[in-house]
């Protein structure tokens, strides 16, 4: 906890620095990102539904990753979520609530599941690798949102490419001011996570699968199945990281949908050393990070590029730190 | 009993605290929200301009913020209304759908929206009528070279971006009816990449003459205009100081004058909630050559293409506007 804490300050220390070359005073623009991110209730709003999507992209990740298998196709799999919300909750949501969102929701799960199995059976079955192949997938989901909102969903205006509004029956309820029920879900979906991962034995193959396929092979586990079964639940929660943006934040796809959280998650999950708890927390600064990003811009005036390389600078401060923690304890355990 | 009292104090402060819809007022402040970097040398760096010409001339305090999606056009107009600001400016078609629902919330700002046809009593159109440069830009093109192609690169397919595009065609139609004009749309306002590449594969197809309405990406189609040899026309800006040997002339936008019409109207009292529309007769919208590739057009031709644009002035030659 305290060397979080040194992390920040030191992190906070080298933004200052960029701060001041760029011209504008570090300390009205760092109090504006704090304030942004924790300042009222504004901000804390802001600060959690920017947190949602990342919490949930980032036990995707974790999650992968633990199983050896490097899925860099959140951002994909959310994209598919999202896509399969909208076009499943603008067609059920005739009918009454809850059963439009649930419907939405189970959509959403899914797409991103089916996504990310892709990649996995591609491995598996053809030995591509996974990073190509998830990176190549985020492309096509990316470019099959483009479409839909060009096509099939978009509004009936026909004026931007955005879908009409999903119907108010699918949507998730809200828990306080703009806060959905989905940041409560994604919440109680670390805890899951996390039994998943150190209480079941399906956990504990994906665990050893991750850490030593061999090893796990001569066990009597199958390495293939754990993949497949892994980025099931892997996509299945990136899916749901687009489908919950959908019904409770934005309540309609468009052109861009994701400002790259399926990426950021990548780095939430890293620097939560893939741990679920270390996932919310981290997810949790990140998204302190870009609601205060914004108040940034919008209060001390500091451009948006500017903004980018103090998020940079924070994350690689804490990376570094890490790092030097984990050489610590192995000088401690080897002398 | 003292720790249930306290909490029920805690959340009183932060239900107090917390309210989204005080509006504090000191002095009067304007906040732009651009769909891109205003280091864009195009639709956002004029945007930013017209800002700070704002802040110059009328000596009001200003701030500005970048913004890609609806939740953050939806974000930055209720976080700039609750502090107070009186105008703040979503800067293109896109921002119409946050501005209308979040501007019931603070009636006491007015959202202004550069394209779109919403009106509400606190949120109005600043129409670009930015096809009557590109109109006149499509006929420079099919002048200068009869037998030729033309084409334009896009960012997203919206459309304020596709009604210059349909000006640009009409402009090349009018000075001759089958001249073929390509359009492509790259799905975005950043990937110079992607802009370089669908203008080369516009220019295998004999593409001559390339426009660009693709805001940061608009480099890559002067960098693919350059590595082939072609003419391109820039938007919205003065933007032959990007590209000085492939940029022949632009389509500008005088936004700095509009916005500070609109803002002294806000500041004043005086504004009433409409579509305001800016044209080549207004003289906000222009055609602006490169100096230096002014031998590049015939005296006869550059002689026909002013009195084109006279004629759009005096509107005498219809212009297709796209509907908002």
Redo the contacts between chains.
Sequence with gaps: MLRALAAVVVAFAASALVLLVSGARPLPALAALVAGAVGDRFALTDTLLKTCPLLLTGLAVALAFRCGFWNIGAEGQLLMGALAATAVGRTTGAATFPLPLLAALGAATAAGALWATLAALLRVLRGVNEIVATIMLNFIAARLVGWAVHGPLMEAAGRYPQSDPVPTAALLPMVAGRVHLGVALAAALAAVIWALLFRTSVGFRWRVVGDNAQAARVAGFSPERAVLTAMLASGALAGLAGGIEVLGVTGRLFEQFSSGQGYTAIAVALLARLHPAGVTLAALFFGALAAGSGAMQRVAGVSAVFVAIVQAGTLLALLALEASRGRTIAAAEHP | MLGRRLLLLFVVA??L????REQRSTGFRV?LLSPG???DAGWNAAAYEGLLAVRDQLGVEV????T?????FE??F???A??GFQLVIGHG??FQ?AAAKVAPDFPRTVFLTTSGSTVRPNVAPLVFRLEDATFVLGYLAARLQPDGKACAVGG????SVRGTFVAFEAGAKHARPDYPVTVSYI??WDDLGAARAATLALIDRGCRYVFQNADAAGPGVFQAARERGIYAFGSNRVQHEVAPTAVLASAVIDIPHAFVAVARDVKDGRFQARPIEETMADGTIAVVYNPALAAVVPADVRHDVDALAAAVRARTVAVPYAA?
């Design positions: 932060f239900a605290g917390g309210c989204e906040a970097p205003i280091s701030s500005q913020v970048e890609r999606t609806p939740p953050e974000e930055a209720r976080d700039y609750r502090r078609f896109e759908d997203m397919d919206i459309p799905g975005g908002l």
